[in-house]
């Protein structure tokens, strides 16, 4: 556990593209910066960019973010199967005589309602109790039709959530472990990003303040801010050269991020907005079409444009 506290005023994942824009100035105005302050020069420059790779390592380790997103995705396919498991189940519940509960309580809708929200957690705990109380009422079931095979699908989408999701909460207390032992460098870094905005903001405050906003932390955390809104993803969902309207189009996080949907327009176009840097897994389900998903990566400041082709 870290004993020295962080002194930066930012949000953690808004260290390094804070630190993006603080070197991109400093290296356009090296020249006019280093006549004044002469150690503020290409030295000082170079070792901020190798320090900025170290502490993106730590904020962003691509190996363990790597990992998590492996992870994530295992949980998106193991659920590829649930609802037309739920739609087979809830049949035999249905028509089943002499249940212990009424149909209601197995839970299916809510079941649904989880995976249609993206709530994977909620997933895990509903099928728990679905699956609890098929067991007490599996007489019933089974006498409808139901199969042990119905019943062991379900328990192995089950496992895999529960399972998964602690292999995952394992790898995030490892990312997180690399900031925590850590915040010495991460501090490190911070103050000679405030350092390099100090000695700018003098050289230009009289001579060109239209530069002022590139050192200013206030304005740099706006912009980082204001550039997550410009994050997304856009395209055209068809199938061959013909445009599919209302496909279903799902951006699911493998990393940090929240699942995010759109209904394509008549065109066939869609367009999410809004979205967190990092990798995803794009879902897209449409009527008389198979679905299709593909891994994409969404970079800081990017509307990525990507269109689809469905199969009939």
Known sequence: MATTPLIITVKIEEVTPIGKYVIDAFERDLATI??????????????????????????????????????????????????????????????????????????????????????????????????????????????????????????????????????????????????DNNHIAINDFWASLQDICDKAKRVFKSTDPIKLPDYTMTSLKQKVRKTLQLNGLKGKVQSKGKPIASALVELLPLGAGRRRTHRTKADGLYHIGGVTAGPYLVAITAKNYQRFTQNISIEHGELLEKDFELVG
Do not use: C, W
């Open 34 to 179: 280093t006549a004044k302050y002469t150690k503020y020069d290409a030295v000082l420059l170079t070792k901020l960019k190798t320090d900025y790779a170290v502490i993106n390592q730590l904020i962003n380790p691509q190996l363990i973010t790597g990992k998590i997103a492996k992870q994530t995705h295992d949980i998106y396919t193991a659920l590829n199967p649930l609802l037309g498991l739920l739609d087979i189940v809830e049949g035999y519940i249905r028509i089943a005589k002499g249940l212990s509960v009424a149909p209601s309580y197995f839970g299916v809708s809510a079941i649904r309602k989880a995976k249609n929200n993206g709530d994977i957690e909620g997933i895990a705990d509903k099928l728990k109790t679905l699956l609890q109380v098929m067991n007490d009422n599996k007489a019933a079931l089974t006498a409808e039709g139901l199969t042990t095979a119905d019943i062991t699908a379900l328990q192995n989408i089950q496992d895999a959530i529960v399972n998964t999701k602690a292999a995952r909460a394992l790898l995030e207390r490892e990312k997180q472990s690399l900031i």
